[in-house]
């Protein structure tokens, strides 16, 4: 039932910015942490950035000062705002959430992923 769909990926020039959606639908009575991944070509999927309910945040140290992750008003869709790309951030970027869809029951979702190319 529950569904994150990313959106926003495209192809920008060194230096460039983005900004990456997921929207989370679906029987969501909570959200945990949303999360961004990422796997380039011939990479390892690696943590980008994550946001808990109470608003902590953690970057990897590729991205510090250049990313910025939020969540907005309803905690049922994540951004990521990418500044200063670099090639170096080419990659499939996913989001990641962990849902409680009902007073039992928590599970991470993925979505289905956007890419992000940026051209030197």
């Known amino acids: 039932q529950v569904q994150l769909v990313e959106s926003g990926g495209g192809l920008v020039q060194t230096g460039g910015s983005l900004r990456l959606s997921c929207a989370a639908s679906g029987s969501i009575f909570s959200i945990n942490v949303m999360g961004w991944y990422r796997q380039g070509p011939g990479k390892q999927r690696e943590l980008v950035a994550a946001?808990?309910?109470?608003?902590?945040?953690n970057y990897a140290d590729s991205v510090k000062g250049r990313f910025t992750i939020s969540r907005d008003n309803d905690r049922n869709t994540a951004y990521l705002q990418m500044n200063s790309l670099k090639p170096e951030d080419t990659a499939v970027y996913f989001c990641?959430?962990?849902?409680?869809?009902?007073?039992?029951?928590?599970?991470?979702?993925w979505g289905k992923g956007t890419l992000v190319t940026v051209s030197s």
């Open positions: 946001i808990t309910s109470g608003g902590h945040i």
């Open positions: 990641n959430a962990n849902i409680q869809s009902s007073p039992l029951t928590s599970m991470d979702y």
